[in-house]
């Protein structure tokens, strides 16, 4: 099983990014993903997760400004965030069950 984060980059407060997790040697059909980030010098937060219904849940940090969503076709699940602030700088992780992705870098900075 593999989890591949991409997306991640540099963008000024106020900005957007999309992130993509896809996993192969699985189908995410039927399972709970989500998203969690670490931030320098600190521990691992969750952020975001969604059913395998497809029901949405997040961290009140990112209430608002981020939309979670997966494709069952392609094994994907996104992190669409939008209205960057610096405080969202850190690497950004996808989860499924025991799996974890190596993990894609999101910089907010002007």
């Known amino acids: 099983v593999q989890l591949v984060e991409s997306g991640g980059g540099l963008v000024q407060p106020g900005g957007s990014l999309s992130l993509s997790c896809a996993a192969s040697?699985?189908?995410?059909?039927?399972?709970?993903m989500s998203w969690a980030r670490q931030a320098p010098g600190k521990g691992l937060e969750w952020v975001s997760g969604?059913?395998?219904?497809?029901?949405?849940f997040y961290a009140d940090s990112v209430k608002g400004r981020f939309t979670i969503s997966r494709d069952n076709a392609t094994d994907t699940v996104y992190l669409q965030m939008n209205n960057l602030k610096p405080e969202d700088t850190a690497i950004y992780y996808c989860?499924?069950?025991?799996?974890w992705g190596q993990g894609t870098q999101v910089t907010v900075s002007s």
């Open positions: 989860n499924v069950q025991q799996y």
């Open positions: 040697g699985f189908t995410i059909s039927g399972s709970a």
């Open positions: 969604i059913s395998a219904a497809g029901n949405a």
